[in-house]
């Protein structure tokens, strides 16, 4: 059986089902959700999750094609690392959370006696390139810190052949300010303070499931937040039309080539067929 310095089993349980969502559920953060806390979630934020905290509406989780094949390549990214590393005796666990702190939360992908393992797939490469994504730092900082653990491998499969690892050590004053982040949120749920209305999707799909039901009636707008929307829709058709142009622009500079280059910093890059045209030009993250 596996045991770790600070963490404690709460049980194995299988992705969907009603023990799952409950180790998952109430007033606890999770490996997945702190970087909705930070602040750096592709997928979620603070709005969002302290929506799903407190009880309210938002949007049911889709299982995209990305996120579909992801769950079926899981085992077989596992399964090279562990080729590739016999020396380390690793296991499939379960839901775990600190020993001190029942509210943080965990569930590791594969555990050693010294070390977690974290399995990802990515459709693009240049997340990539400069490490570990921010996202996936803050969910491994997590783990590792309600674990005690001292250092995680990740193995990622990018593309579906592009086969990488990579290493994240234990930082002590990133986990602490994440545990910061994480209980004056939780605070925040306790007592209704409702974060700030912000300008992502997931802030806006959460408002817009918000209503039970759809009466006959006006509501009067306060004047700012009347204006607001008039100037941006007023303004949209122009911004789109200006960053298109300004897309043609660089991609007809860029001629032949993949990265778009300035001052040796990387501002967009160049997907093409094999034929060499463009299929997209994306910008540099």
Same mark, same amino acid.
């Given at each position: 059986m596996i045991t770790t310095p600070t963490g404690v089993l709460l049980g194995t349980f299988t992705p969907g089902t009603t023990e799952w969502d409950a180790a998952r559920s109430g007033l606890c953060i999770t490996a997945t959700e702190i970087a909705a806390v930070m602040g750096v979630s592709p997928w979620s934020d603070q709005f969002t999750l302290w929506h799903k905290k407190s009880g309210l509406r938002t949007t049911p989780f889709v299982v995209t094609p990305q996120v579909e094949w992801g769950s079926r390549l899981e085992p077989a990214v596992g399964a090279k690392f562990q080729d590739e590393h016999p020396e380390l005796s690793l296991a499939t666990t379960g839901t775990?959370?600190?020993? &001190?702190?029942?509210?943080? /939360?965990a569930t590791p992908d594969l555990l050693g006696r010294e070390e977690l393992v974290e399995i990802k797939t990515s459709p693009v490469a240049h997340e990539w390139d400069q490490g570990v994504p921010i996202h996936y730092y803050c969910q491994i900082q997590w783990q590792l810190d309600t674990l005690g653990l001292p250092v995680c491998h990740v193995a990622v499969l990018i593309s579906g052949h592009d086969y990488r690892e990579y290493t994240v050590e234990y930082d002590?004053? &990133?986990?602490a300010t994440? /545990?910061?982040a994480a209980e004056q949120f939780l605070d925040d749920v306790r007592h209704g303070r409702r974060p700030e209305i912000g300008n992502s999707q997931a802030t806006y799909d959460t408002i817009r499931v918000q209503p039970n039901r759809y009466d006959?009636?006006?509501?009067?707008?306060?004047?700012?937040i009347a204006a607001?929307?008039?100037?941006?829709?007023a303004t949209r058709a122009d911004a789109d039309a200006e960053y298109t142009a300004a897309k043609s622009f660089l991609l007809d500079a860029l001629g032949n080539g993949r990265n778009?280059?300035?001052?040796?910093?990387?501002?967009?890059?160049?997907?093409?067929?094999?034929?060499?045209?463009?299929?997209?030009?994306?910008?540099?993250?």
């Amino acid at each position: 059986m596996i045991t770790t310095p600070t963490g404690v089993l709460l049980g194995t349980f299988t992705p969907g089902t009603t023990e799952w969502d409950a180790a998952r559920s109430g007033l606890c953060i999770t490996a997945t959700e702190i970087a909705a806390v930070m602040g750096v979630s592709p997928w979620s934020d603070q709005f969002t999750l302290w929506h799903k905290k407190s009880g309210l509406r938002t949007t049911p989780f889709v299982v995209t094609p990305q996120v579909e094949w992801g769950s079926r390549l899981e085992p077989a990214v596992g399964a090279k690392f562990q080729d590739e590393h016999p020396e380390l005796s690793l296991a499939t666990t379960g839901t775990w959370c600190h020993r &001190d702190r029942s509210w943080q /939360r965990a569930t590791p992908d594969l555990l050693g006696r010294e070390e977690l393992v974290e399995i990802k797939t990515s459709p693009v490469a240049h997340e990539w390139d400069q490490g570990v994504p921010i996202h996936y730092y803050c969910q491994i900082q997590w783990q590792l810190d309600t674990l005690g653990l001292p250092v995680c491998h990740v193995a990622v499969l990018i593309s579906g052949h592009d086969y990488r690892e990579y290493t994240v050590e234990y930082d002590e004053a &990133d986990a602490a300010t994440m /545990r910061t982040a994480a209980e004056q949120f939780l605070d925040d749920v306790r007592h209704g303070r409702r974060p700030e209305i912000g300008n992502s999707q997931a802030t806006y799909d959460t408002i817009r499931v918000q209503p039970n039901r759809y009466d006959e009636i006006d509501v009067e707008i306060p004047c700012e937040i009347a204006a607001r929307y008039e100037i941006c829709r007023a303004t949209r058709a122009d911004a789109d039309a200006e960053y298109t142009a300004a897309k043609s622009f660089l991609l007809d500079a860029l001629g032949n080539g993949r990265n778009a280059v300035h001052l040796g910093r990387r501002i967009a890059y160049r997907t093409a067929r094999e034929d060499g045209t463009t299929i997209a030009l994306q910008p540099a993250r």
